[in-house]
């Protein structure tokens, strides 16, 4: 498996925070822990897969969205 940046054991997080996204590398060993991004603190969840299959808090229901 080879990851997108080349280094094997590395992966990308990206920040929650809707204003700063960005994307950090983290290493294999940071799963599971929480590191603040390097721009806003804002602390990420290191979690072993990319963000956007599973645990969708809220659903894109339209009409009652504020
Ligand atoms: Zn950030």
Same mark, same amino acid.
């Given at each position: ?5 080349g280094v094997p054991g590395v992966f990308a997080?990206? %920040? *929650?925070? *809707?204003? %700063? $996204? ?8 940071? $799963?599971?822990?929480?590191?603040? %991004?390097?721009? %806003?603190?804002?602390?990420i969840r290191v979690g072993g897969a990319p ?5 969708? =808090?809220?659903?894109?229901?339209? =009409?009652?969205?504020?």
């Open positions: 498996m080879t990851s997108a940046s997080v990206q %920040c *929650p925070n *809707p204003k %700063c $996204r960005k994307y950090m590398l983290v290493e294999e060993h940071d $799963r599971g822990m929480v590191v603040p %991004c390097l721009l %806003c603190k804002t602390p963000s956007g299959s599973s645990s969708t =808090g809220r659903a894109p229901s339209s =009409g009652t969205a504020r």
